[in-house]
């Protein structure tokens, strides 16, 4: 029961990461896809927490040297209809594992939830600052699984700022988004606030290799704020907040390569955890 009950509390926040860990500045913001362009993302990423913080922000380590890991994959799309708009989707598939003293295991793993959605670039500046707005449709690939997630369905409306600049001979850039989210189907539903902010530097007159910091989070709110552990359910009540690094290098025009490692800073009914994520971005031009 106990297990069972810790495993819960701490699975959903890996289904978080791999979410947010999609969401890196090639793949989120404002910043235009032209249009016949397909930019294809497939990604792994690692997450450990062996202590979590409690619903008063206080941490503490997991019960008899609780130990959780989840490695994961993403592939996420993007593809340019024309000038205003763009085409995206994205599909994580997970394993979960929670362990106590290394004897007790309990394991969790499949596909999650598909999210697609049409992104609307708004306006721009000069052709240098971007603003767009995003809708996304979130549909569970499973049933009778709550260790993958909620099993509801639910939609996003995101609004994303962009920009460029010159910092001597090297060129910077900067991403910042904010969601809100709603999941449907009865009245715990949570509803979230997900928000990000990027700014990056070229290390290279070529734009071959960068580095970028991001701090991003989740706010989430829900009447339901227990935990369920005979028949678990995810945690709908919580928040953290997520600093990570990342190194970028273009071996092409088409294809790169990002390494992010990540780290929560804090947060309320979640586990603290450590992330480790490696992407590559591929891009076909079909006009």
């Not at 010159?166 to 449907?184: E, K, M, T």
């Amino acid at each position: 029961m106990r297990l069972l009950k810790t495993f819960t509390k701490t699975i959903f926040l890996a289904i978080i990461f791999l979410t947010i860990s999609k969401n890196n500045s090639f793949a989120d913001g404002g910043f235009p896809v032209r249009p016949g362009r397909l930019l294809i993302s497939p990604s792994v990423s690692y997450f450990f927490a062996n202590s979590q913080w409690d619903s008063t922000g206080v941490k503490k380590p997991f019960a008899n040297g609780g130990k959780y890991t989840s490695i994961g994959a993403t592939l996420y799309a993007e593809y340019g209809i024309s000038r205003r708009f763009a085409a995206v989707a994205s599909l994580p598939y997970v394993y979960n594992q929670y362990s106590q003293n290394n004897t007790k295991t309990a394991t969790s793993s499949g596909l999650t939830d598909l999210e697609t959605g049409i992104r609307y670039y708004l306006a721009n500046i000069d052709f240098i600052y971007y603003f767009s707005l995003q809708g996304t449709a979130i549909t569970p690939t499973y049933s009778n699984n709550p260790g993958l997630g909620y099993g509801k369905e639910g939609g996003e409306l995101k609004l994303a700022f962009s920009g460029s600049a010159p910092i001597g001979n090297l060129s910077a850039y900067f991403n910042a988004a904010d969601g809100v989210r709603q999941y449907f189907g009865g009245s715990t539903g949570p509803i979230q606030n997900r928000w990000n902010a990027t700014f990056g530097l070229s290390l290279d007159e070529e734009f071959e290799n960068q580095v970028s910091a991001t701090v991003s989070g989740i706010n989430s709110w829900s009447t339901d704020k227990s935990f369920v552990s005979a028949i678990p359910e995810t945690n709908k009540d919580f928040s953290f907040i997520q600093a990570s690094l990342s190194y970028g290098h273009s071996f092409s025009h088409e294809i790169s390569l990002f390494v992010t490692g990540g780290q929560f800073l804090t947060g309320r009914n979640t586990g603290v955890g450590t992330t480790f994520s490696l992407a590559f971005i591929y891009r076909l031009d079909y006009r």
